[in-house]
């Protein structure tokens, strides 16, 4: 089992609840009615987007199942995944579709 | 329907907060199965889920420990999937800022998804609903999203802890992952932002301490905000030409 250490796990429990409520509180605490500059919404409006894929582009190329080596059939889960959550639109779909093409490859590998 | 009293306001956001049940409560079980798997005891997974209150930052935070990332890393790149909280906190204050500072004090931990589009759209749709009533409404989309999300999780550890290894539920964050980035891709700008960020984060997962993913990151984030731009130029000049 990769065990976290727990002086690593509750700082990044703490730190991530201290500066989410802190972006949470940012505006509607201290900017009153001001608004925020244009660009920076624009740029806000695309980190997750940005974030997430760049997170699991290299978890999907290079699985950890199998040590890293590519392989076709957790490439064709993560696909199938994708392509559900992108057709339906909804993030549970996504995730039945790639649970249920994982089980299959699986079964038939 | 008009809302008359702040107690129907607060009734009217929980029942419309009804159908994310189905989405924050699988969810937070998730997290608690792959926590429990990644080897957080039930308490550290449930004290996770109250602390944070954030899907996508919890999950990210989750998969970068597990890859050893330093501290630094896994804290900016969790609190950049958490950036469009401050959007929300921004695009709220019009219809919120007014109220009592306690009151935007405790609100401002419950700006999430789920009560940021139920309630931004509640207060365009009725601009002449007074200040505690907007606030009640908001307060009611979390009364059921908050402990489903909390309790999902607790549950979610539980039943972790007793699946073995051999079952392979490494892929399965992921895959969470993926099915998240499907719904977000609302616009081309968002397209090039996901797409610029995937092919920029191959070549740079060679990068130590995992700051590739924040080279990546930046590089989406850019390309979105400027593919937007340049979508609303061209959208300006065939205005313009007709």
Known sequence: MSSIPAPVLWTVIIGLAVGSYALRFAFIGFMGGRPIPDWLMRHLRYTAVAIIPALVAPLVLWPAPTGGDPSLMHFAAAAATFAAGYLTRNVLFGLGTGGLSLLLLYLAA | MAITTTKSAFWKGFRDSAPFLFMASPFGFLFGVLAAEAGLIVPEAFAFSLAVFAGAAQFTALQLMQENAPLIIILISALAVNLRMAMYSASLTPYLGDAPMWQRALA???????????????????????????MAYFFGTNGLITPAWVIATALGALVGTRIPESWGVDFVLPLAFLAMIGPMLRTPAHVAACFVAVAASLPASALPYNLGLIVAGIAGMVAGAQAELWLERQKAKSEAAK
Do not use: G
Request: aromatic share 14%; glycine share 0%; hydrophobic share 45%.
């Open chain 2, 108 to 134: 401002a931990y419950f700006v999430v998804d789920q009560s940021y589009a139920l309630s931004i759209v509640q207060f365009e749709a009725e601009p002449k609903m007074p200040l505690p009533q907007r």
